[in-house]
T-cell receptor, first 112, second 112 residues
């Protein structure tokens, strides 16, 4: 079956630091890959996505590249802000499946 | 605003009670979902309906019963509430497969 493994947190950074959250996946087909963000007290919001190998998703300064050879979709941001403090979820969805499989989530705290 | 809206946002109730959570989406999506998020932020799918037909029914106690009167609405009824049901419940919707979801803002259920 499909599964997602992401870096355990919590992660604590200073403002303007570089952020990387590792995500690897197992899938039987050719999945679409997603990063969702959950700000405190809110629902999940789609941050970025990639639908095929070598695609790069980007949004709000975050980037992730779909790497089929390493089955990875690592999230990066070059300079984080306090407002980036949130829980980040990596997820995948098979093209033939309605189910979205989530990683365990990584809590990121950015300090001023 | 186009969105997935769920009510109530907070629900505090005693053990043994029966409660319902309602969800509505005006995005025109054909599929809706219920997810449970535990205290460690782990997300677990519970149910999914596609055009009013149940398509995902994970291992969930039969005290939980979803109902979809039309493709824009998906409600969750819980009988005989237990302490372990305390969690945040998220409704979501999608159009087709492999495209990711739009989430509601969640219902925080506390059973005392």
């Amino acid at each position: 079956g499909n599964s997602v493994t992401q870096m355990e947190g919590p992660v604590t950074l200073s403002e303007e630091a570089f952020l990387t959250i590792n995500c690897t996946y197992t899938a039987t087909g050719y999945p679409s890959l997603f990063w969702y963000v959950q700000y405190p007290g809110e629902g999940l919001q789609l941050l970025l996505k990639a639908t095929k190998a070598d695609d790069k998703g980007s949004n709000k300064g975050f980037e992730a590249t779909y790497r089929k050879e390493t089955t990875s979709f690592h999230l990066e941001k070059g300079s984080v802000q306090v407002s980036d403090s949130a829980v980040y979820f990596c997820a995948l969805s098979d093209q033939n499946d309605y189910k979205l499989s989530f990683g365990a989530g990584t809590t990121v705290t950015v300090r001023a | 605003d186009t969105a997935v809206s769920q009510t109530p946002k907070y629900l505090v109730t005693q053990m043994g009670n029966d409660k319902s959570i309602k969800c509505e989406q005006n995005l025109g999506h054909d599929t809706m979902y219920w997810y449970k998020q535990d205290s460690k932020k782990f997300l677990k799918i519970m149910f999914s309906y596609n055009n009013k037909e149940l398509i995902i029914n994970e291992t969930v106690p039969n005290r939980f019963s979803p109902k979809s009167p039309d493709k824009a609405h998906l409600n969750l009824h819980i009988n005989s509430l237990e302490l372990g049901d305390s969690a945040v419940y998220f409704c979501a919707s999608s159009q087709g497969t492999g495209r990711g979801y739009t989430f509601g803002s969640g219902t925080r259920l506390t059973v005392v």
